[in-house]
């Protein structure tokens, strides 16, 4: 499975972005594509995720009230929708995959398949 991120750059505090997550090759083997952030010093960590039958979705509590994730099956992709973006959502955002359901949709080290990473500035 490949990943490749996009839709990252500069926005103003308070703007929204989308970020999307181009899946290719056995993307039959995937369960769950998430969503995870890494900021400068800081561990990476978990913000979206969605079963690729697109049944459930997954949030952080950081950004549950204002995103959305959600998925194209038609077309092998994932969309992160951010809204009300704060300094604090300025980070590395990187799309990634795993091939089985089971709890622990949020740690990192469950998913085996990484896209390249895609960074999103917030200007206060």
């Known amino acids: 499975v490949q990943l490749q991120a996009s839709g990252g750059g500069l926005v103003q505090a308070g703007g929204s972005l989308r970020l999307s997550c181009a899946a290719s090759?056995?993307?039959?083997?995937?369960?769950?594509l998430g969503w995870f952030r890494q900021a400068p010093g800081k561990e990476r960590e978990f913000v979206a995720g969605?079963?690729?039958?697109?049944?459930?979705?997954y949030y952080a509590e950081s950004v549950k009230e204002r995103s959305t994730i959600s998925r194209d099956s038609a077309k092998n992709a994932v969309y992160l929708q951010m809204n009300s973006l704060e300094p604090e959502d300025a980070a590395v955002y990187y799309c990634?995959?795993?091939?089985?359901?089971?709890?622990?949709?949020?740690?990192?080290?469950?998913?085996?398949?990484w896209g390249q990473g895609t960074l999103v500035t917030v200007s206060s």
């Open positions: 990634a995959a795993r091939t089985y359901y089971s709890s622990g949709y949020a740690q990192p080290t469950t998913y085996a398949y």
């Open positions: 969605i079963r690729w039958s697109g049944a459930t979705t």
């Open positions: 090759g056995r993307t039959s083997s995937m369960s769950v």
